[in-house]
């Protein structure tokens, strides 16, 4: 329903949603715990199964609602002790935060109380939802999927997130406006714990704009009148795998044998008739962690930051209400965000990187040694505290101008470098090699002394290969002296090429098949060099092994689709619903900075799975002028209009206008719903 601009221009006597036409709550609180129950309604009416089912396996329980497939979750969320410990992070919430997250989740179950018919039967056996639910989800979020997943455990190979993200920092000596500048831009797989719900909390002394993950009740990348901050995943290193001696049923540590400390817990797995089936899961822990690996004879225990950080939600709360730096780096000091670098903008023309994250103090090694398996044995690899606030690297104004990061070790986060390695311990971040969508994002904004916000926005969605400006050259020319007819009319192509991954974009789908037949390891004649961070490697190491794989490449692009030249965009697609558009961008390792992440389809093409998922772009002007986008949309329950109707913007790479005062949401009211 729409109601006439006239009635809602004063401001509320009661906390109200309006929903503009993108379906994004503006919310409007008379209070702090009217804003947290209405966004807890919100997120509902957006996301409603979602959230239920993340909620679901946050508990442990997801076997026993859902079936066998959820298993591993729950054995996961169990082990790492995540329901047990939510009891006491419950506790330690200080008394007006627990009100809020009390409110919170009261929106919650009072939507689907109001509106059972529009949730999947399938989902509702989790509710009512307690306050604590709110806490294991961000356990399992923060802690038990972005600092470690069981991936990374099983693979123990590297200490891999399954995110990235790139962050810009634009200081007023750098900006054609004269104003500061900031842009946010994760990149995360596109569904289940990782979508982004895009939304404005406004409440007294506080009136905040951003995207928070599905289920996290407050925003984490937000802005507000007079500052914002994004976040990237860094190259931090919160948990460690150490191998166990085992002895008379116990392990050495210390000279002496220790008995496991062992809990036992009795999972129930739904069965295809409805029946459950129960069994026992006994998990033993070592002073260092739980076991979480008992293969080949070695026995690995985890430790993992973060387990007593429970005020994670209050910073972020915190942040979005700071007016200063001042303000904004008091939320930060208290470091209960375990990981994530921190990229900040204000009004006053201030930009600061940090390197944040709860990093464990450790007496030896480098950080190569810390990715590997650790012997456990001894307290002198058995880290207990973390780094202060004032230890990890930083930097506040750098002469530069600007701030970028694209998942990159703190050292290259600008040019000339305004952090040193040499000042930090070895385990702190590794020492490189910085990757190619880092070099391009660092290159775009140092080639450019006055950025205008129209031009960050253009950069923002920049296609261009960094990786084909370095050996496209060379491989052309090699490719052209073979005698092979299908070598020299590949290299034709190649020469033809924009080198982008722009959907009109021809000889992209030919150079991104011969990357995947390549090992960019080997590649490089020049290899990276930490003294030309920005522009090594380079160069080609076998020219010939290079060009007979650009021919194997050929065969099959051509082989599968007809043609050599055949654009972009016809074998990348953006799909969603009835929605089948032609995709931009690509795979950050081929130093493209607007990245998408494609799975094949089946029939020769690949959609688009992962990657840019929330935009902001944001100049501290006054007013503030700020454009968006939500790639996939801002809801997920089936027959909402907004499931995808952002994708055509994305596809065009455009934004959207983001609207914040009243009038201007007024202007685009879709919904308005008063508590």
């Known amino acids: 329903m729409v109601v006439s601009s006239q009635s809602i221009n004063s401001a509320p006597k009661n ?101 059972p018919d529009l949730i999947d039967d399938e989902v509702e056996v989790v509710l009512p939802i307690r306050p604590e639910d709110v806490l294991s989800h961000l356990q399992r979020l923060l802690l038990f999927t972005f600092v470690v ?103 050495l540590f210390d000279g002496k044998v220790r008995p496991f400390e062992t809990t036992s817990f009795l999972l129930k797995i739904k069965q295809k008739n409805g029946s459950l089936r129960e069994q026992i899961l006994t998990v033993k822990s070592s002073v260092h962690g739980p076991v979480v690996s008992q293969k080949d004879g070695q026995v690995l225990a985890l430790r993992v930051v973060g387990q007593n950080s429970s005020g994670v939600l209050e910073q972020w709360w915190d942040m979005a209400k700071a007016n200063n730096l001042t303000q904004f780096q008091k939320a930060l000091q208290r470091l209960q965000l375990p990981m994530f670098t921190v990229m900040y903008a204000d009004r006053e023309g201030h930009i600061m990187h940090l390197f944040n994250g709860l990093v ?32 990890l690297p930083k930097v506040i104004d750098p002469a530069s101008g600007w701030l970028q990061n694209a998942n990159d070790p ?161 074998i990348f697609r953006l799909r969603s619903g009835k929605l089948d558009l032609p995709a931009n961008g690509g795979d950050g390792d081929r130093g493209i900075f607007r990245v998408v992440n494609f799975a094949p389809t089946g029939d020769e093409r690949f959609q688009a799975v992962g990657g840019d998922s929330y935009v902001a772009a944001v100049e501290f002007s006054q007013p503030v002028k700020a454009m968006a986008l939500t790639s996939y949309g801002n809801s997920s329950q089936p027959n909402s209009p907004h499931v995808s109707d952002q994708l055509p913007l994305f596809a065009r790479q455009q934004l959207r206008p983001v609207w914040r005062t009243r009038k201007e949401i007024v202007a685009h009211l879709e919904e308005r719903k008063v508590f």
Do not use: C
């Not at 209405?38 to 079936?67: D, K, P, T, V």
């Not at 935060?97 to 009261?106: D, E």
């Not at 590997?372 to 690899?381: A, C, D, L, Q, W």
């Not at 090992?519 to 010939?544: C, H, R, V, Y």
């Open 360 to 391: 464990p103090m450790r007496n030896q090694g480098d950080f190569a040694y810390w990715q590997g398996i650790i012997p456990g044995e001894t307290s002198k690899t058995l880290w207990t505290k973390n780094h202060p606030y004032q230890d």
């Open 410 to 570: 703190p050292w290259t986060i600008t040019s000339p470098p305004a952090i040193k390695a040499e000042d930090y311990p070895l385990y702190m971040a590794p020492r490189g090699p910085v990757y190619f969508r880092a070099q391009s994002s660092a290159r775009m904004l140092a080639e450019d002394d006055s950025i205008s916000f129209e031009e960050m926005v253009a950069y923002k969605h920049s296609t261009r290969m960094e990786l084909a400006e370095r050996i496209l050259d060379e491989l052309i020319g090699t490719a052209k002296q073979q005698e092979d007819e299908l070598t020299r009319r590949a290299a034709e192509v190649l020469v033809a090429w924009d080198r982008k991954a722009d959907a009109d974009s021809r000889g992209a789908v030919l150079f991104s098949f011969w990357v995947d037949n390549i090992d960019l390891d080997t590649l490089f004649k020049i290899p990276w060099n930490e003294k030309s961070p920005f522009t090594t490697p380079d160069g080609l190491a076998d020219p010939q092994s290079a060009v007979k794989a650009l021919a194997d490449a050929a065969a099959t692009v051509e082989k599968a689709y007809k043609k050599l030249d055949v654009a972009w965009g016809e």
């Open 15 to 115: 906390t109200e949603i309006l929903w503009d036409t993108y379906g994004i709550p503006h919310i409007y609180g008379n209070n702090t715990q009217g804003a947290f129950q209405a966004f807890g309604w919100a997120q509902m009416q957006s996301h409603g199964n979602l959230l239920l089912r993340l909620y679901g396996q946050a508990r442990g329980r997801a076997a026993e609602y859902w079936g066998e497939e959820y298993l591993d979750s729950d054995k996961w969320v169990l082990t790492m002790g995540v329901p047990q410990r939510t009891r006491t992070w419950y506790q330690a919430q200080s008394p007006a935060f627990r009100s809020y997250l009390n409110a919170f989740v009261a929106g919650i179950n009072a939507y689907a109380k109001k509106h």
């Open 149 to 251: 997943n069981q991936e990374s455990v099983a693979d123990m190979s590297q200490h891999q997130s399954p995110a990235a993200s790139n962050g810009w920092a634009i200081a007023p000596k750098r900006s054609a406006s004269g104003k500061a500048m900031l842009l946010a831009n994760p990149h995360l797989p596109w569904g289940d714990l990782f979508l982004w719900y895009e939304a404005q909390m406004t409440a007294p002394g506080i009136d905040a704009y951003g995207a928070t993950l599905v289920g996290i009740p407050v925003l984490a990348i937000a802005f507000n009148d007079r500052l914002g901050w994004t976040h990237t995943v860094n190259t931090h290193d919160g948990w460690d795998a150490y191998k166990l001696q085992l002895q008379n049923n116990g392990y």
